[in-house]
């Protein structure tokens, strides 16, 4: 293929010409397709289905500890429920708290007590000045829609195939008492599906940084989401590297079963030293009176153990995979060369993340849309909804058919093409 | 039966005698009973088992509005779960958001929002040097636990037979810009079993705050929570006596089935103007993509709608019942005319309020816990859980068995006794 870049004027004209014919012809087609979430699809909630035979009217209810599931009592998790939260966090179930359904309630609930009553015994943050966080990018939209709600001055760090720039996250961290946290999706990062290297974790669990209540907000929302079954990332443990750093306090962990049984009705858990813990729980206690336990256990017999829960998510894996792979082999032939468009080849997560060429995103996601594709918004892997370069954009393959995600696939790669020929012939 | 009041020293101190062989008989039988918590029975819990056989592995988890409630999507509640919560709540189902399993959870996060980032556009909680909530007391033990969490200043205010003391409720708001709400338990009142008048109600409906984000925080927690088939209190309806008012924004209201299906494992919802709700949905946006579905759409093909529900509450009345007589006729028997303590006789919710002699509650308290009975902590229904009269105690009579409650019921009035003796021969 010759790339784009070496084209002449009236070569990019005459291929622009063909390429509006392919895209008039998909917008008569009158496609409503969207591929804006990472949404599991209908048949990967069938596999979770058998959940719903596993309690029954005559069921017994009775958790491992003695205590009745179906009444008050228990703040911080199930016996059972910790158990297996803590075997999928990889840490020790004394080291967890089980939450609701939703992780991202724990991570907005974890920096709005900071904000109230600050971290261990530290300042409220809503007594100080500025308070500002780390935001590797790109990055998960709703972290940072988190942390811009509660008017926290967010600073990019870029991503490198390690995960985030630890050079600059330790220049800035130990220099700005300001800055108390940064947002990291440790493995199969949302959206480029990286995994931190050894290196990046260790140096991580060995920061110094200058405010006392920094913690890495450290969610691991695609700990077990592998696409192959030969192919998995593995990646050290952030609670066992700080213990062994002697941050013991530095990192709050997240987890979900959300993509693993049902978005909206899984079980979340939140991970972190027992100091930390004790700090949350004088929260939690005022906030509820527990969580859904019968839910807990509905996920305990349901999977039964870690075993059971890998099993379950290597038959996600059978069938998002294969859309992965439609969407990256359509990539590498068609545009594989060209030199408008960069992307990684993940082997875990939910998301393709794809570059542009610089300035291009906004419009290339506006062209599909006009066709009738959904992406997520560019700029939406930035703070602030701020992609510097206008450059990046979420491909979520796993919800549609693989008809549908081929037919959108196609026509993102011809808005790719025809935006990009555009951009260059502007500057021609 | 004589009044204490009346009798000599030696009577006293002949009764006292008598008195305290039967408590040490009771000590020596070495009872364990807890009547600490407002929380049903395991036969209870049996009523509602059916609810764990409304789904099966084929069942089809589609919402009226086609939505499929096992995948992400809906932030404020599937439209038949408003529907359900919202005819509980005797108000329209435009007015409600439906959320996870804890009404508790919902107060604590209004209280959480209003500090941070204020209510419907006025200064945040955090940035005033003083907030101050009004509480009718005796009241709800973690309704204060909340606003004490969050430093507000408690200022308590008397409940009548009609609700809580209006005059000094209308002085107190319209003069104290300070003062930014005041916890209600309209019907059923938690400890007294107390309903609001309509006068009470009209008179809520019509407060002219001071503060332009006072808000009523009413938690109708026992709204269909009766004991009797045919002795039922009504009450106004708060929001529309609002609106009717010209007040539309005044009132949060609370409500959740953890005493109709399963604690902890029910469903929450809050109703409130559509202003206040535009406020509210900013923040449930950021906070989370959605509560339990699966859980909400349990409910309603459970009940299938509210005269399910009521008919299900009236199985739960069935239970009891014969609990709260069984208390309030030992109290009746036992305690009438001797001018030790007073009473009410509530027709709905979940406890019996006691009112010892000034200065007893926590000695009671105390002697019935050396004996083997839980009861709620005394000051635990006042904020701070400082009674000033050290007097009120709180009876929640529905988890025991009937053998067990008639045994604590018999402690408890011997400690009384018991206490009352001792209390009376101290200002001889």
């Not at 890495?216 to 989401?225: E, F, G, K, P, V």
């Not at 939690?284 to 829960?309: A, C, E, P, W, Y």
């Amino acid at each position: 293929m010759k790339a784009y870049s070496q084209m002449s004027k009236e070569e990019l004209l005459a291929l622009k010409s063909d390429l509006e014919k392919a895209y008039d012809d998909f917008k008569a087609r009158g496609l409503k397709l969207d591929m804006s979430r990472g949404k599991p699809s209908s048949e990967q909630m069938d596999l979770s289905m058998g959940m719903m035979d596993v309690f029954h009217s005559r069921a017994d209810l009775t958790a491992a500890d003695g205590l009745d599931c179906r009444n008050y009592g228990n703040l911080d998790g199930l016996p059972e429920a910790k158990e297996l939260m803590a075997s999928m966090m990889e840490c020790r179930a004394e080291d967890i708290i089980v939450y609701g359904n939703s992780s991202l309630n724990v991570m907005y609930d974890t920096v709005a007590r900071s904000m109230t009553h600050g971290v261990m015994g530290n300042t409220p943050w809503c007594k100080l000045d500025k308070v500002k966080f780390l935001c590797p990018v790109p990055g998960y939209d709703r972290h940072f829609a988190i942390t811009e709600y509660f008017g926290i001055e967010m600073i990019n760090v870029p991503m490198t195939p390690e995960g985030p720039d630890m050079d600059i996250v330790e220049k800035l961290v130990s220099e700005d008492e300001a800055i108390k946290g940064i947002w990291c999706v440790p493995k199969y990062s949302n959206p480029q599906g990286i995994s931190y290297s050894d290196e990046t974790i260790r140096r991580f669990a060995r920061l110094k940084p200058a405010a006392k209540d920094f913690r890495l907000y450290w969610d691991n929302a695609y700990c077990i989401h592998h696409l192959y079954p030969d192919k998995q990332d593995t990646i050290l443990e952030i609670l066992d590297e700080c213990r062994k750093a002697g941050n013991p306090d530095l990192a709050y962990k997240f987890v979900s079963t959300s993509k693993v049984s049902f978005p909206g009705s899984g079980v979340a858990a939140l991970g972190a030293s027992q100091a930390n813990l004790e700090d949350i729980k004088k929260q939690l206690s005022i906030q509820t009176i527990g969580h859904d336990k019968l839910n807990q256990l509905r996920h305990v017999r349901f999977f039964k153990n870690i075993d059971g829960m890998r099993e379950h998510m290597m038959k996600h894996a059978a069938i998002i995979r294969p859309k992965f792979e439609l969407v990256l082999d359509k990539l590498d032939k068609e545009l594989g060369g060209l030199g408008i468009g960069e992307w990684l080849r993940p082997i875990g997560g939910y998301f393709i993340s794809f570059d542009s060429l610089e300035g291009c995103a906004k419009a290339i996601v506006a062209k599909a849309k006009e066709a009738g594709v959904i992406m997520t918004g560019a700029g939406a892997t930035f703070p602030y909804g701020k992609d510097p370069k206008d450059s990046n954009i979420r491909i979520a393959p796993t919800y549609p058919s693989m008809d549908e995600l081929g037919l959108a696939a196609d026509l993102f790669i011809l808005c790719v093409k025809l935006v990009s020929i555009d951009k260059l012939l502007e500057n021609m």
